[in-house]
C-alpha cells in the first residue's frame, strides 16, 4: 500500500465536481436506494463499499444517466442532470464509464475496439493514432491487441475496457469493480494508473470494488453504503475505525496493512 502512497497528491480541490442529493430510488416494492447523498470533490479518488446488491452499480447508472432516480438530484458542476440523456452527459460532461461486465466489442480485436471508439470520439487522425498507441503501451496490450476480444482473459478484458473509457480523456471517471479478476500485479498497475490519472491529469474518480484493501490502498476517501444510504464516509485509516462501517462492512477484525 505505501508504494501507492507515494504517489499521492495530498489534497483534491474543494470544490464539488459530482453530487447525489437525497437520492431514492425503488425497483417495484423494493427500495434499493433511500435519501442517498454521496458527493465527489474534484480530482479526488472516492472509494465505495457495501455487500453485494447494496446499490453500488445502481448508484454508477443514475451517474451516467442509464437509469432515472424516483427523488432526488444528481448534479455534475453544480447543474442538476436529471434530465440530460447519456451522450450529452458523456460528451459534455465527459464522464467515463467501466462497467462491471462487458463495455467492449466481442468481435472486433483489441485494437478494432480501441479505434472504434476512438473514431467516435477523436476527429483528428494523427491524435487518435497517437492516443491509440499509447493506450496499448499503457496497459501493456501489445502482445494481443490483434486478438479478438472475445478470447481475451478476464484480466485483459478489464484492461481493455479501462483502456476504452479513457480514450475520449474523461474527467470523471467511474469504475465498476475494476480489481475482479486481475492477478496482484496487474492490480498493483492500475492502482498506479489511476493514482497518476489523478495526479497528472486531475481526473475525478470513483470506483467500487470488493477487494476492499486494494480500493483503500488507493482512494482518498471511501463510503460505506448500508441499507440504501451511505453510513460512513472518510479517509481509509479513519473509515475501519469508524463504528458504523464496522457495523454495516469491515467487522470487527478488518485492517489494513
Ligand atoms: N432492473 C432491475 N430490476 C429489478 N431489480 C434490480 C434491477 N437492477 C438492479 N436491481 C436490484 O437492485 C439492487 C442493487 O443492485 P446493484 O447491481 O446496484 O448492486 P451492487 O451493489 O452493484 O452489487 P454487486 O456488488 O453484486 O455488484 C439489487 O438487489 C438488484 O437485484
Ligand atoms: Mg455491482
Not at 467511474?174 to 492477478?183: K, R
Not at 453510513?231 to 473509515?239: D, I, K, M, N, Y
Request: aromatic share 8%; glycine share 6%; hydrophobic share 40%.
Amino acid at each position: 500500500m505505501s508504494n501507492i502512497k507515494k504517489f499521492r497528491i495530498k489534497s483534491f480541490k474543494n470544490k464539488s465536481i459530482l453530487k447525489l442529493e437525497k437520492v431514492s430510488l425503488k425497483y417495484g416494492r423494493n427500495s434499493i436506494l433511500d435519501n442517498l447523498s454521496l458527493s465527489l470533490n474534484q480530482g479526488q479518488i472516492l472509494g465505495l463499499l457495501g455487500p453485494n446488491g447494496v446499490g453500488k452499480t445502481t448508484i454508477f447508472n443514475l451517474i451516467t444517466g442509464l437509469i432515472s432516480p424516483d427523488f432526488g438530484s444528481i448534479m455534475i458542476n453544480s447543474k442538476v442532470v436529471n434530465e440530460y440523456p447519456i451522450y450529452q452527459r458523456t460528451l459534455k460532461f465527459k464522464i467515463g464509464f467501466v462497467p462491471q461486465h462487458g463495455g467492449y466489442f466481442h468481435d472486433l480485436t483489441v485494437y478494432e475496439n480501441l479505434k472504434a471508439i476512438a473514431e467516435i470520439t477523436i476527429e483528428n487522425a494523427s491524435y487518435r493514432n497517437e492516443k491509440i498507441d499509447s493506450l496499448i503501451s499503457k496497459f501493456e496490450l501489445d502482445p494481443i491487441r490483434d486478438i479478438k476480444a472475445k478470447f481475451l482473459s478476464g484480466g485483459q478484458k478489464k484492461k481493455l475496457v479501462i483502456a476504452i473509457s479513457l480514450i475520449s480523456e474523461p474527467k470523471i471517471l467511474l469504475l465498476d469493480e475494476p480489481f475482479a479478476a486481475l492477478d496482484v500485479m496487474t492490480i498493483k498497475t492500475l492502482q498506479e494508473i489511476i493514482v497518476n490519472l489523478q495526479t497528472l491529469n486531475n481526473i475525478s474518480v470513483i470506483l467500487c470494488d470488493h477487494q476492499a484493501r486494494d480500493l483503500l490502498a488507493c482512494v482518498d476517501t471511501a463510503a460505506i453504503i448500508h441499507n440504501g444510504k451511505v453510513v460512513a464516509e472518510g479517509t481509509p485509516t479513519s473509515l475501519i475505525q469508524n463504528i458504523e462501517a464496522k457495523n454495516a462492512y469491515f467487522g470487527e477484525s478488518f485492517k489494513i496493512s
